[in-house]
């Protein structure tokens, strides 16, 4: 099927919202199975459900995405050929996928599918779709925080697809980068399951205890601080699609079938109205605006980050209202338009009757034509059959996607055929059709799908160098009695004496939010006269104001004298290998190695060490320390830490009060109590909100020993330079002495290494 200039991407959490969408005039579908996709609560089919919605769509000459956007734990990877090989058989279309793992799965397992990198992989620039692209995907779905001029970048410099949402709810947070209702509550929005801590009510405080002055800095009524209000991108359409984006996405896999026609109407109508008659006959009529918010209204709607980098009008602040009388009108007219309706496929049809012949059907839909023959017709006893009973007989198309735009019927004698032969003759022509208009989707699909998870094992590790038990070590894992390397990342000036006459630190990594270029050399030069290594950690957002940063600084950089970076984001190696930037580089808990699959893929950049993620436990952990070991990269674990739980190109000064362009701390204090550190970076303007307490493994010494695990992090964020040496004390005492220590601080967390996330 040729594409179009553009596609209507709509939403599909049920096959009601599926088949509304499609009634309503989408191109194309995202939905997902019972697995592996990042909507977990919605009403997704089963895998026989889905494979007739695959069908469905494709009679309708439309497309479907499948959703296998989470990231994987081991588990899970080994069965995810055998999960996927029906769909792939059936023909769908393309897959979006979060995990490097998953990726290298469809890659090597489906040929033909397209692959397209999820917005979980937080794309959001030139560097990370070029990445995406070398990994095999056809199209990135952009971060919704990038700009047009950056989106017109990436459509210029990379031969990708471009995938945007253009409607729909906005989260606080980068996509992909949210840990906050993962570590508050255990359920992950890496895996499906956010729990949108965001839309609760938060006090904004100065000063890092909630003491400074003013106390509080937002108003009464304006609490919903994290809460963005609804995308909505009418009146920006034309620039949007003259930026380069393909597919127009509406999010709302949760909202319901009524909203999803809806909002796929409208957004149908507009991008047609473009297309027709360009920026010269495109305007936007306020009753269709007024169609969406009676659709769903959480505060008004924004453009988005299309225009400006964020804002405080971006933000819903006040409490949406308990009640708010509904457009019934509008609702009546979606559900009979679009929900309720039974879209059909128009088809030509023609009939020849002779007796003694047997009878012969030809039908066309779309430019496919089957002919199909069935039961001979009788000479008649009594009264012959006429064109008009014939026509009649064969006009029934039922709960088939079929109904006859034309049908004509040939009869040569006089003859008479039981209604039953009537009836199978339909039924045998139009299971044909349906069968010539699917087969271009699955031809070939048979032949290279899977019988199993078996093919995969060459790929992952066997499962006979699993651990037999809980902290057990594997052949390729073995407990060591070396000592621990201890690392410290820093994000303050103030935290880096403390280091340094801590002597147990072997490497330094100073974020280049707070060590600002001037400060490099002389900073790098002090690690090495103490005997430390030294690594400059690049931002967790790498953008334009990353871009334009590192470019003024490579001079800087190159003289800084750095023995690596430690990347945060996974675009940021493609900037290194594109620049010719000769650092060893570390990759970030942010850069996610869940499982044995994605370590290779990061392995094959040659990487020094990478990082444990935050949300796998130490049992979900041991595959990956094992791929590190067989691939010769030390794993490395953050031991202390106050976790980054957002990462948002929202500003929290900017939203209570205004732009002051300084690196602050301010705190949220939520509907508990605690206190949740805010961070602003404003070199890369960009916020991060911290768990308010830190994660501690004080205690685990000899379970991350048996691990493999022999090199540990200690990451400091928010902590004074007192605060600084004593945890530092107190962890070279416990990991690098083998003394039983207290923990200097009161209240701490173990994060997710004793606790599985859903």
């Given at each position: 099927m040729e594409k179009k200039q553009a596609e209507i991407l709509?939403?599909?959490g049920s096959w009601a919202s599926m088949k509304a969408a499609v009634a309503a005039g989408a191109d194309a579908v995202y939905m997902g199975g019972t697995r592996f996709g990042a909507r977990a609560y919605a009403d997704n089919p089963d895998e026989k459900g889905l494979l007739e919605a695959i069908d469905y769509v494709h009679l309708h000459g439309r497309r479907l995405y499948m959703t296998v956007n989470t990231l994987f734990k081991e588990s899970e990877l080994k069965e995810l050929a055998e999960y996927m090989t029906p769909?792939?058989?059936?023909?769908?279309?393309?897959?979006i996928v979060q995990d490097l793992g998953a990726l290298r799965i469809m890659k090597e397992n489906f040929p033909g599918l397209e692959l397209h990198a999820s917005t979980q992989m937080t794309i959001t620039s030139v560097y990370g779709a070029r990445m995406l692209k070398d990994f095999g995907c056809s199209r990135v779905v952009t971060s919704?925080?990038?700009?047009?001029?950056?989106?017109?970048?990436v459509r210029e410099e990379v031969d990708v697809e471009i995938e945007s949402f253009v409607h729909g709810a906005l989260c606080y947070c980068y996509s992909g980068q949210c840990l906050m209702s993962s570590l508050i509550g255990g359920r992950s929005g890496n895996r499906g399951r956010c729990a949108q801590p965001c839309r609760l009510p938060y006090r904004v405080y100065e000063g890092q205890h909630g003491q400074g002055k003013p106390a509080v800095m937002n108003r009464e009524n304006e609490k919903y601080v994290l809460s963005l209000k609804d995308l909505c991108t009418l009146d920006i359409l034309p620039d949007i699609l003259e930026a380069?984006?393909?597919?127009?996405?509406?999010?709302g896999r949760m909202k319901s079938p009524r909203y999803t026609a809806g909002v796929v109407s409208i957004y149908r109508k507009y991008a047609d109205r473009y297309l027709d008659h360009g920026r010269e006959g495109y305007?936007?009529?306020?009753?269709?605006?007024?169609?969406?918010l009676d659709l769903f209204d959480r505060g008004g709607f924004t453009s988005g980050y299309y225009e400006e980098h964020n804002g405080r009008d971006m933000v819903a602040l006040k409490e949406k209202p308990e009640f708010r009388e509904g457009n019934q009108k509008l609702f009546d007219y979606l559900d009979r338009a679009y929900v309720e309706a039974e879209l059909k496929e128009s088809v030509m049809g023609h009939v020849i009757l002779e007796t003694g012949k047997p009878s012969v059907m030809t039908l066309s839909c779309s430019g496919v034509e089957v002919t199909v023959n069935g039961q001979a017709p009788e000479a008649a006893q009594k009264q012959p059959m006429t064109e008009e009973k014939v026509l009649k007989q064969l006009n029934k198309t039922g709960n088939t996607p079929f109904s006859f735009e034309h049908l004509s019927a040939e009869l040569k004698g006089e003859m008479f055929l039981p209604v039953q032969a009537f009836n199978e003759l339909r039924r045998s022509g139009l299971k044909a059709l349906e069968s010539a208009l699917l087969q271009p989707y699955r031809a070939g699909r048979e032949l290279a799908g899977l019988s199993g998870s078996g093919e995969m094992d060459h790929q992952l590790m066997p499962d006979d160098t699993a651990p037999a038990r809980f902290g057990q070590p594997s052949a390729a894992a073995q407990p060591t009695s070396a000592p621990f390397t201890l690392t410290a990342s820093l994000e303050e000036p103030w935290q880096l004496e403390p280091v340094l006459n801590q002597k147990d630190v072997s490497a330094v990594y100073l974020d280049a939010a707070g060590f600002g270029p001037a400060s490099w050399k002389d900073a790098a030069d002090r690690c090495h006269a103490a005997g430390r290594a030294c690594y400059l950690a690049l931002p967790h957002i790498f953008r334009d104001h990353a871009l334009r940063f590192f470019k003024d600084s490579l001079a800087l950089l190159a003289d800084a004298g750095f023995d690596g970076v430690l990347v945060r984001a996974l675009e940021e190696i493609q900037w290194l290998e594109d620049n010719r930037i000769a650092l060893p580089f570390i990759t970030d808990a942010s850069v996610y190695a869940w499982n044995s699959g994605t370590l290779e893929e990061l392995a094959s950049r040659n990487p020094v060490a990478v990082t444990m993620p935050w949300e796998l436990n130490s049992r979900e952990m041991g595959p990956v320390v094992q791929a590190c070991c067989q691939a010769h990269i030390p794993g490395e674990l953050v031991v202390y830490g106050h976790a980054p739980m957002m990462v948002s190109a929202q500003c929290i000064t900017r939203t209570v009060k205004s732009c002051t362009h300084d690196r602050g701390l301010l705190m949220l204090k939520d509907r508990t109590g605690a206190m949740l550190p805010v961070k602003n970076h404003c070199r890369f303007c960009y916020n991060t909100i911290y768990n308010p307490s830190p994660v501690s493994l004080l205690g685990n010494e000899d379970l991350i020993r048996r691990m493999g695990l022999a090199r540990i992090r200690l990451q400091f964020t928010v902590e004074d330079a007192q605060q600084t040496e004593k945890v530092l004390e107190a962890f070279?005492?416990?990991?690098?002495g083998g003394k039983t220590i207290e923990p200097p601080f009161k209240d701490f967390t173990r994060g997710h290494f004793k606790r599985r996330v859903e």
């Open positions: 709509a939403p599909a769909y792939y058989n059936q023909g769908l279309d393309g897959v919704r925080e990038m700009s047009l001029d950056e989106i017109r970048r380069g984006v393909y597919s127009l996405k509406i999010e305007h936007v009529e306020p009753e269709d605006r007024k169609m969406l070279s005492a416990s990991f690098m």
